[in-house]
């Protein structure tokens, strides 16, 4: 469906819906490079088709030779809750990754999560830097919030994308959705044209998966061009409250 082989690669690839994606991006022709810290382990745990990039997401200097030559990006590395964590893992390895390719331009998948634009979470307050970053890069760009990993029952595997962030409950009541399903979402926004500039959460209800995820992309609000936040997004992060850093990084952005 939409099909043409890419070289993908997969940041956070080790994880458990980096591996997923992995897997599903083999399964669609795409030849992968996995970004891992430790290439013994990941060769444990990948399959032996996905080359090894090995790198560090803090350590710029390491993410050139992974970045070359690829056509597009997975990004669902994480690193927690702790707010230092998330600025300096979740959100400064988007930074980095999008440094790394230096102009050149890769069709970017996100993952961040629902309650994103929730205010007053320190550490949603990176994820969303991490979104906003990606949005003013200049690439075309799919971003996916998805809600609780796993917290789906069996029946629910129809797939729903929401827009605004509405649900900030900070539990499942937010919305669950399967791993695989995730991993089937941002493989497909790769090679799905409706899938560009569309940023939305990713939830389950009860019913059947769908076959084509076409109409579910082309039914969203587009992201306006080079605008920070999303279609549907409350505007309660003014770029003049955001920290220093976070206007440094946006200036410095390859372009
Ligand atoms: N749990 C939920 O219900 C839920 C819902 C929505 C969103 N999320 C988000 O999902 C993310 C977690 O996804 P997951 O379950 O796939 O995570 P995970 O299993 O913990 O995997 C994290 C991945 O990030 C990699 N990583 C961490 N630091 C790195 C670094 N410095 N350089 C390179 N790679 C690094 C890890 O590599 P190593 O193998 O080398 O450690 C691993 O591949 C979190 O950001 C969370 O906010 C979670």
């Known amino acids: 469906m939409n099909d043409r082989s890419l070289t993908v690669l997969a940041v956070g690839a080790t994880g458990s819906i980096g591996r997923l994606v992995v897997a599903e991006a083999l399964r669609r022709g795409h030849r992968v490079k996995a970004l891992v810290r430790d290439a013994g382990r990941a060769e444990r745990v990948l399959p032996a088709a996905a080359d090894l990039a090995v790198g560090d997401l803090t350590r710029p200097a390491t993410l050139a030779a992974a970045v070359d030559d690829v056509d597009a990006i997975v990004l669902t590395h994480g690193s927690g809750t702790r707010e230092a ?113 569309r940023t939305f959460e990713l939830v389950a209800s009860d019913g059947p998966e769908q076959d084509d995820l076409t109409p579910l992309f082309a039914a969203l609000t587009r992201d306006a061009a080079d605008a920070l936040d999303a279609a549907e997004d409350a505007a309660t992060a003014p770029l003049a409250d955001e920290p220093q850093r976070f206007r440094d990084d946006l200036a410095a952005l390859p372009r």
């Open 85 to 197: 964590d998330v600025r300096d893992i979740d959100y400064a390895g988007v930074a980095n990754i999008l440094t790394a390719l230096d102009g050149r331009r890769a069709r970017i998948a996100l993952m961040t999560a629902v309650g994103t634009t929730r205010p007053g979470t320190p550490y949603a307050a990176w994820k969303r830097r991490a979104e906003r970053l990606v949005r003013a890069s200049g690439n075309a760009y799919t971003i996916v919030r998805p809600g609780w990993f796993d917290y789906n029952d069996a029946t629910q595997r129809a797939i729903v994308f929401r827009q605004g962030d509405t649900e900030q409950s900070g539990t499942p009541a937010d919305g669950v959705i399967a791993r695989d399903e995730i991993a089937r979402v941002l493989v497909d926004s790769l090679t799905n044209p409706e899938a560009d500039h």
